[in-house]
């Protein structure tokens, strides 16, 4: 219970520094940073809940960014602190997949001979994760919902795209696997 009320706790602090970045600037712009402080109090939280909260970070500050913008359309609003959050997201799964990289070629490196090496596994994966995340936000933008602008569609698709990617590869570097 007390790491329930401690992580909404930080969560609260998280939106307040962004509602704060909010006032402070012309045009909101979500943080990487805000998202993964998020993201790695959720990773600490007790491990059968963990990617499930972690998850709950996904759309938070695309609503804490919508919420202090008070000018301009609403669609053009949604536009931009979705794909504002996405690019968060792009960032940090593009960190992470460094770090696997990284990881995965010293693996490779002790490896016994003759065993299959997971350095060529996960590039290719990465690959193919691209073009099936392309597909589907294609798709998805092609059939938006009653009153849904299709861009929307497709940066909604996108954000949850890279987040899902970036919550994965943090995963695997944890030494988890789904």
């Known amino acids: 219970m007390w790491r329930s009320w401690s992580l909404a706790g930080i969560l609260c602090l998280a939106m307040s520094a962004s509602l704060a970045e909010a006032r402070d600037s012309p045009e909101f712009k979500v943080s990487d940073a805000v998202v993964l402080r998020c993201v790695?109090?959720?990773?600490?939280?007790?491990?059968?809940?963990?990617?499930?909260?972690?998850?709950?970070c996904i759309g938070r500050e695309t609503a804490t960014c919508l919420g202090a913008l008070v000018s301009g359309s609403s669609s053009a609003n949604a536009l931009h602190c979705t794909s504002s959050e996405m690019a968060a997201w792009q960032e940090?799964?593009?960190?992470?997949?460094?770090?696997l990289l990284v990881e995965m070629t010293k693996e490779d490196k002790n490896r016994p001979n003759g065993a299959q090496p997971a350095l060529p596994a996960l590039q290719r994966t990465h690959e193919l994760w691209q073009q099936a995340a392309a597909e589907d936000c294609v798709f998805a933008r092609l059939r938006p919902a009653e009153a849904t602008i299709q861009s929307e569609t497709a940066a909604r698709c996108?954000?949850?795209k890279h987040a899902e990617r970036a919550l994965l590869y943090r995963r695997w570097l944890r030494g988890q696997t789904y």
């Open 40 to 56: 790695e109090t959720a990773e600490r939280s007790t491990a059968d809940r963990g990617d499930e909260e972690a998850r709950d």
């Open 158 to 160: 996108w954000r949850d």
């Open 92 to 99: 940090i799964a593009k960190k992470a997949y460094a770090a």
